[in-house]
């Protein structure tokens, strides 16, 4: 079983091969979440069968569902906090306010489970 990804301090952020991505926001009701976060799986399996199928049009309308999906989840577009912090997503850890939190974790195994 995999091990649940590191999360910054203020709970804002995932860290995932020492980069930051923008976690879903808090205050959503758990039912509501839970609705978006199946539309979202729903959506990227969809996005895979349109590429099998090299289908660009259901490609494109399964990339929207995915869109729509991560926004309503509060992972993408306006962000949920709101004490005017800007939005990491994608920095890498070492390089934004988080640099020493990030800096005292562990390390993270290499991909593949291989040794770093």
């Known amino acids: 079983m ?3 990804p590191l999360v910054t301090p203020d709970g804002r952020y995932v860290v995932v091969r020492g980069r930051l991505w923008r976690r879903s926001d808090p205050a959503l009701d758990p039912q509501r979440r ?4 199946e539309e979202l799986m ?3 399996r969809a996005k895979g069968a349109a590429l099998r199928a090299e289908d660009a049009a259901a490609r494109e309308a399964a ?3 995915v869109e729509a999906a991560k926004r309503a989840l509060g992972e993408r577009g306006p962000v949920w906090w709101d004490d005017g ?13 988080y640099a ?3 800096s ?13």
């Open 2 to 4: 995999a091990e649940e």
């Open 34 to 37: 839970q609705e978006l976060v």
């Open 42 to 44: 729903d959506a990227r």
């Open 63 to 65: 990339r929207a569902r």
């Open 85 to 97: 912090a800007p939005d990491l997503t994608r920095h890498l850890a070492r390089t934004t306010v």
């Open 100 to 102: 020493d939190w990030w």
């Open 104 to 116: 005292q974790q562990a390390p993270e195994p290499a991909p593949g489970g291989a040794p770093g």
